[in-house]
């Protein structure tokens, strides 16, 4: 079974710093990874996933993540944070290769933007 | 843009009681799924649901719970008695087709079991 391990639970960073969140995943041949967010007292939302293809994938609001099969990683990354990207983030993958799209999740981020 | 719906947004119950959660998913989606996610843990899998019938489940979803999809819109999980452990945020997604593989996720309903 996968598991997803996100090593950071709490990241504060300053208003317009860059940030980094981590997530690595047990190893497999193929899977889909996706970062979804949860602003307060809402739902998860889709940020970006990794598929197929180009191992960086971007979001519209300026987040990246890339895939990096060799050390079994999708961190999420953004050059310069506003204080709207203060939520949770999770790091989620599924593992098609054995016929499963369930999603597993890590235990989540909470980044803290600091005016 | 279509949206996945859940109702209630809050419930409250009392242990040993029944309650039923709802979800409209996506109206051309049709893979739906149903995870929770206990206060400070992280999202949990508990099953999910094409062609009418249950396609993956995970250890949690239990003789407890069912899923049902009654009509062509609504997807509900009961839980027939429920448990203090079962108080938790439970969350509807669906999904399009299984190669796109993006799923949507609704506001979730918060359980409290008293």
């Known amino acids: 079974a996968q598991s997803v391990t996100q090593l950071d639970s709490q990241v504060p960073v300053f208003e317009e710093a860059p940030v980094e969140l981590r997530c690595n995943y047990s190893s497999s041949v193929s899977v889909y990874l996706f970062w979804y967010v949860q602003y307060p007292n809402q739902g998860l939302q889709l940020l970006l996933k990794y598929l197929s293809g180009s191992t960086l994938v971007e979001s519209i609001n300026g987040f990246e993540a890339e895939f990096n099969k060799s050390q079994t990683s999708f961190h999420l990354r953004k050059p310069s944070v506003h204080i709207s990207d203060t939520a949770e983030y999770f790091c989620?993958?599924?593992?098609?290769?054995?016929?499963?799209?369930?999603?597993?999740f890590g235990k989540g981020t909470k980044l803290s933007v600091i005016p | 843009e279509p949206e996945v719906t859940q109702t209630p947004s809050h419930q409250v119950t009392q242990m040993g009681q029944e309650v039923i959660l709802r979800c409209v998913p996506i109206?051309?989606?049709?893979?739906f799924y149903w995870y929770r996610q206990i206060l400070g843990q992280k999202v949990e899998f508990l099953v999910s649901?094409?062609?009418?019938?249950?396609?993956?489940k995970s250890e949690i979803f239990d003789d407890q719970f069912s899923v049902e999809r009654p009509d062509g819109s609504n997807f509900t999980l009961k839980i027939r008695s429920t448990k203090l452990e079962d108080s938790a945020m439970y969350f509807c997604a669906s999904m399009a087709v299984r190669g796109y593989n993006e799923q949507f996720f609704g506001p979730g309903t918060r359980l409290t079991v008293l």
């Open positions: 109206s051309n989606h049709l893979y």
């Open positions: 649901f094409y062609n009418n019938e249950i396609s993956e």
């Open positions: 989620a993958v599924s593992d098609p290769g054995a016929g499963s799209y369930q999603l597993t």
